[in-house]
């Protein structure tokens, strides 16, 4: 199975600030890699699928970069709203695996 | 637009079966290139993926998994179903049904439902 490893485990920020979560891959994975938001008590969303494509609807302070084994995903600008647990997910290979996410936390 | 719905016992007993079904609406589970899939998610812990449909019958399953679980599918009802045998406290989650759209590049978890709390318990 692919490993994926997310850094940090959580992170605090002020809204208004750049944020950046990184994930890793134990192989390479091309660019099949997916990002997902998840609010408490909520279904995680896509937020970005293929390394670095916006789901539609998605606002555009969300990006991603990255090929191979690694990959980020930053928020340009945090507003209220984007304080969440924050997952990547590779579709390289069966099973699918999900990093550990990354929780962003208002300071 | 496509909902998902999980439906089934909130209450399972140690060793016995953990059955859920996902309810689609908005589409037939037969139209399209999708998955039809299971995610868990113990309490504070991050995603499992449990295992895959498609409406062909076609499946997989995680492998540590693979000797408890059974997904099948109904088109008739447009449902899908999950049964999880044998359970212990470590199967205590919040299960989610999910469509993965592998026509899309790459395949990726487009849709899911609003996730069920299933507790292992005596």
């Known amino acids: 199975d692919i490993q994926m490893t997310q850094s940090p485990f959580s992170l605090s920020a002020s809204v208004g600030d750049r944020v950046t979560i990184t994930c890793r891959a134990s192989?390479?994975?091309?660019?099949?890699l997916n990002w997902y938001q998840q609010k408490p008590g909520k279904a995680p969303k896509l937020l970005i699928y293929?390394?670095?494509s916006l789901q539609s609807g998605v606002p555009s302070r969300f990006s991603g970069s990255g090929s191979g084994t690694d990959f980020t995903l930053t928020i340009s600008s945090l507003q209220p709203e984007d304080f969440a647990t924050y997952y990547c997910?590779?579709?390289?290979?069966?099973?699918?695996?999900f990093g550990q996410g990354t929780r962003v936390e208002i300071k | 637009q496509v909902q998902l719905q999980e439906s089934g016992p909130g209450l399972v007993k140690p060793s016995q079966t953990l059955s859920l079904t996902c309810t689609v609406s908005g589409a037939s589970i037969s139209s399209g290139s999708f998955y039809w899939t299971w995610i868990r998610q113990p309490a504070g812990k991050g995603l499992e993926w449990i295992g895959r449909i498609y409406t062909s019958g076609r499946t997989n399953y995680k492998s540590s998994l693979k000797s408890r679980v059974t997904i099948s599918v109904d088109t008739s009802k447009n449902q899908f179903s999950l049964n999880l045998s044998s359970v212990t406290a470590a199967d205590t989650a919040v299960y989610f049904c999910?469509?993965?759209?592998?026509?899309?590049?790459?395949?990726?978890?487009?849709?899911w439902g609003q996730g069920t709390l299933v507790t292992v318990s005596s």
């Open positions: 192989q390479s994975i091309s660019r099949d």
């Open positions: 293929g390394a670095s």
């Open positions: 997910q590779q579709s390289y290979s069966t099973p699918r695996t």
């Open positions: 999910a469509r993965e759209d592998w026509g899309a590049d790459p395949p990726n978890f487009d849709c």
